[in-house]
Nanobody, 120 residues
Framework: QVQLVESGGGLVQAGGPLRLSCAAS????????IGWYRQAPRELRELVAS???????NYKYSVKGRFTISRDNAKNTVYLRMNSLKPEDTAVYYC??????????????WGQGTQVTVSS
């Protein structure tokens, strides 16, 4: 069973920052890459950023240079630091495993996510 809990969303003005947190169970954190995904209204869920167990990161083109994904091995937590937020970043953000050969999560099971709303 995948156990990941997202937090840190909120309402922010355009240009502002937010930091999201993803707390994972140890077996998930240690053995898998983790991705941050988002789903905007009437849109499909998309991968925003991923980080492998070794720390290799990848980003969706539109967030490169603004978002930073990192992992704290001592806390079994993955963060998404978001700077220079834009209204088009508004979405529900989810964390889940990321398996490169799948291009997505190990299991299609999702938590509640955390809402990020960017006002213009």
């Amino acid at each position: 069973q995948v156990q990941l809990v997202e937090s840190g969303g909120g309402l922010v003005q355009a240009g502002g920052p937010l930091r999201l947190s993803c707390a994972a169970s140890e077996n998930i954190f240690r053995g898998h890459g983790i991705g941050w995904y988002r789903q905007a209204p009437r849109e499909l869920r998309e991968l925003v950023a991923s980080i492998s167990t070794s720390g290799t990161t990848n980003y969706k083109y539109s967030v490169k240079g603004r978002f930073t994904i990192s992992r704290d091995n001592a806390k079994n937590t993955v963060y998404l630091r978001m700077n220079s937020l834009k209204p088009e970043d508004t979405a529900v953000y989810y964390c889940n495993t990321y398996v490169e050969v799948h291009g997505g999560p190990l299991y299609d099971t999702w938590g509640q996510g955390t809402q990020v709303t960017v006002s213009s």
